[in-house]
Structures are given as structure tokens and as C-alpha cells.
């Protein structure tokens, strides 16, 4: 399996393809491949695709369970410089996409260009109780706990409480962006919520557009947080997103 030493971490990655590199960001209670499933076959015919496990998920290892979006995008950058990526073109999906706006706020230069799915670049902890390990316990939620268990055993070392906690603590507080820091993106970006998405929605990714100069939106129809995903659209996710590329490569 393959792993890479960056800062405190053993990162576990998956890599596929050939071609100019894409660097797939995962959500929060997810993984790297487990979040893009529907995307690796496409995107590999033409592209170096890195799917990497975050900081606190995954295989992912650190002597650490303490993580956050701005650490995670720091780790993304350690890794790109540990693989010798220059540059690389982002897709981030919910907290992934959040390290993505990161990255391109704070390391401009490493980023061709930039796609979120499921998030508006403002903080929304709206649901977020109901992930936490004591609500989860009380409800007899143990379907979601054994998934958390098996889906993080060797990043959270068996602590799936501490797991969650990291993981409602980080949806409460990031990101943290202002307005001025959004605006000054300046890589091509491209920026998708599905139509019923009760985080982001038409309104907000409209917002988030407005903000970002140059940049483009795509709101799918009957969509939910995950258009991109298995049962709803993600031809249309995947032809957006790779014409997008394909119009912002060298």
C-alpha cells in the first residue's frame, strides 16, 4: 500500500492514470477512493489522479487525532511537495472542498485550478449534532458507529469518539474565509451544488461565484450534498468537470 511521510503523518494515497496530476479532496467521514468512486474510471484516461486519505481518516497514520481544514491543507501541500507536484488541478467534495478554497487562498501557486462540490466558502454547521458520538450512542445509531469504526481503524486507532468529535468541532468552526480572502483566488474555478443541497443550493454557490473573479457554477438538478455520487448524476458531474479541465490544461 502506498504511503509517504509528510510532516507528522504516514498519508496513504491512492494514484492512477497518466497525464497532468488531479488531486481528488475528500469529505468529512470519508476516504479517499470512498468519496470519488464514480469518478476514478473517468478521470484516469486522461489524468494523474492522486486520491489521498486525510489527516484523522482513512489509513492515514499520526500519533495524533487533533486535525482541522487549515492543517489538512497544509498537509496537502507537504504532500505535493514530498510527490515533486508543482502544480495540480483540485476537486474537493464538502470538507474537501473546503481544504481546496484553503489551498488556493494561501498557495495560489500550486493550484491550476480549482472545483468544489458541496460547499458555499462560508461556515454552516447546520445538522451537526446529530454526528456527534454521545447523539449517536443515545439514538442507537450503530450502523453509522461501526462505519466510522471500520471506515477509520488505523487513523483513529480504535478512538472513533475522539473521531467524530474532531469532525463536529471542525464543521462548527471552518472555514473561516472572509470575503476578501475568496476574492483573491485567481486559478480557474469551477464550482458545483446539487439543487437541494441543504448546505449550499443555488443561492449560495451564486454567492460564492460572484466572489471568486472568472469563475463559473453548476447547480444540478435534483441533486442533493452529493450530485457527483453513485444513484445521482455524476455523468453530468464528471463531463462538466472534465471539459472545465480540459479548457484550463496546457
Known amino acids: 500500500m502506498p504511503y509517504l511521510q ?38 484516469q484516461k486522461k489524468y494523474t489522479c492522486f486520491f489521498p486519505d486525510f489527516r484523522g481518516h482513512g489509513r492515514t497514520k499520526c500519533e495524533s487525532l487533533e486535525w482541522s481544514t487549515p492543517t489538512i491543507a497544509d498537509d496537502i501541500v507537504e504532500f505535493m511537495d514530498n510527490m515533486d507536484i508543482s502544480k495540480a488541478h483540485l476537486i474537493g467534495y464538502s470538507l474537501g472542498a473546503n481544504v481546496g478554497l484553503y489551498v488556493a487562498v494561501n498557495n495560489s501557486d500550486r493550484v491550476a485550478t480549482l472545483t468544489t462540490i458541496g460547499s458555499s466558502g462560508f461556515c454552516d454547521p447546520t445538522g451537526v449534532e446529530e454526528f456527534e458520538p454521545e447523539w449517536l450512542v443515545e439514538n ?4 453509522t458507529i461501526n462505519q466510522m469504526i471500520e471506515r477509520h481503524m488505523e487513523a483513529h486507532k480504535g478512538n472513533w469518539q475522539e473521531h467524530m468529535r474532531q469532525s463536529a468541532r471542525d464543521w462548527r468552526l471552518y472555514p473561516q474565509l472572509s470575503e476578501e480572502q475568496l476574492s483573491s483566488i485567481k486559478c480557474p474555478a469551477l464550482f458545483i451544488t446539487g439543487e437541494y443541497d441543504q448546505f449550499v443550493g443555488e443561492e449560495k454557490i451564486r454567492h460564492l461565484s460572484s466572489l471568486v473573479k472568472g469563475s463559473n457554477y453548476l447547480i444540478v438538478s435534483n441533486g442533493s450534498h452529493r450530485p457527483h455520487m453513485l444513484r445521482e448524476n455524476p455523468s453530468l458531474v464528471n463531463d462538466a468537470i472534465l471539459q472545465f479541465l480540459d479548457a484550463n490544461s496546457k
Request: glycine share 12%; no cysteine.
Open 6 to 43: 509528510a510532516r507528522d503523518l504516514e498519508m496513504f494515497y491512492e494514484k492512477m492514470g497518466f497525464g497532468e496530476i488531479v488531486i481528488f479532496l475528500h469529505s468529512g467521514y470519508s476516504r479517499g477512493i470512498l468519496a470519488f468512486a464514480s469518478q476514478m474510471l473517468d478521470f
Open 140 to 143: 442507537g445509531k450503530q450502523d
